[in-house]
């Protein structure tokens, strides 16, 4: 059984579905991401963690991509 931490963030510039699958894929490829659930119509993304991560490496990847977090 794993640490479970939940986050929400709330993400400017998503517009379709394309970027809500870019948005999922790279919070996905974050070490520790268990679950990433995106919706376009919230504009949010709802993760389960199975250890405590910075709000800064989400942050980080999402800019990558052309993404931000509302602050």
Not at 11 to 17: A, F, N, R
Not at 46 to 52: A, F, H, Q
């Amino acid at each position: 059984m794993f640490k479970r931490i939940n986050k929400v963030f709330f993400i400017d510039g998503m517009h379709c579905e394309g970027c809500v699958n870019r948005v999922q894929k790279v919070l996905m490829s974050i070490p520790g991401v268990k679950k990433c659930d995106v919706s376009l119509e919230d504009k949010k993304a709802s993760l389960v963690l199975s250890k405590d991560i910075p709000d800064s490496v989400f942050q980080e990847q999402l800019e990558r991509i052309g993404f931000q977090i509302q602050n």
